[in-house]
């Protein structure tokens, strides 16, 4: 099964600074990949969702970046964070349009 | 109007209890549906995946979908305090990408 890899668990950055938010995933070729944000009361919003390396579609316009280097690495980025970039960002995986999508643990981002 | 709607609670409830959790949708293209239980500070688990119209059973959970309502629920028999959890819905139609709608969760207290 799946294993996906969320790093780190917990950042505190201060507006203006940069972010690099890392998800790769083991025991899966070829996966979709997607990155959510989670904030309290409003369910995941999906921001990034990727069927390929290099291959990134973008949901809503937003001060964030994705990239797929790899097959099973996805990095969300950012040049200059703002103070409503806070919040709790998840990793997904799904294998085909017929499985289910498995998430990360995850990465609560605070912004100072 | 959201196109899912969950009740966001809190539901409390003693231990050994059935619970009842629910959401509606107003989009007829969804055709698959997922329950996951996210506890405090970690990512979504998937816990039950359905196509049809119908029940499907694991354990002391049951995943009910009736199409026709636009209506999904999720029963937990004799509900324990690691139970406690905040449990989104979620759902798709067909697709390359899967793209997932989710509720906004509900939060679920099982007290002893």
């Known amino acids: 099964s799946q294993t996906i890899h969320q790093w780190p668990a917990t950042l505190v950055q201060p507006v203006g600074s940069p972010l690099s938010l890392e998800c790769t995933v083991e025991?899966?070729?070829?996966?979709?990949l997607y990155w959510y944000r989670q904030a309290a009361g409003r369910g995941l919003q999906l921001l990034f969702y990727s069927v390929g390396i290099g291959q990134i579609s973008s949901e809503v316009p937003q001060n964030l970046s994705a990239s797929r280097p790899q097959d099973r690495q996805f990095i969300l980025s950012s040049k200059k964070l703002l103070l409503s970039d806070s919040g709790f960002y998840l990793c997904?995986?799904?294998?085909?349009?017929?499985?289910?999508?498995?998430f990360g643990d995850g990465t609560r981002l605070s912004i100072l | 109007q959201k196109e899912v709607e969950q009740d966001p609670g809190p539901l409390s409830v003693p231990e050994g209890a059935i619970v009842s959790l629910n959401c509606t949708y107003s989009n007829s293209a969804f055709q698959y549906f997922m329950w996951y239980r996210q506890y405090s500070r970690k990512g979504p688990e998937l816990l039950m995946y359905?196509?049809?119209?119908g029940n499907k059973e694991d354990g002391r959970f049951t995943a009910q979908v009736d199409k026709s309502s636009k209506y999904i629920s999720l029963f937990i028999r004799d509900s324990q305090p690691s139970d406690s959890a905040t449990y989104l819905c979620?759902?798709?139609?067909?697709?390359?990408?899967?793209?997932?709608?989710f509720g906004t969760g509900t939060r679920l207290q099982v007290t002893l």
């Open positions: 997904a995986c799904g294998q085909s349009s017929n499985q289910p999508q498995h």
């Open positions: 359905t196509y049809s119209s």
């Open positions: 025991g899966t070729s070829n996966p979709n």
């Open positions: 979620a759902m798709r139609h067909t697709g390359t990408a899967s793209k997932l709608t």
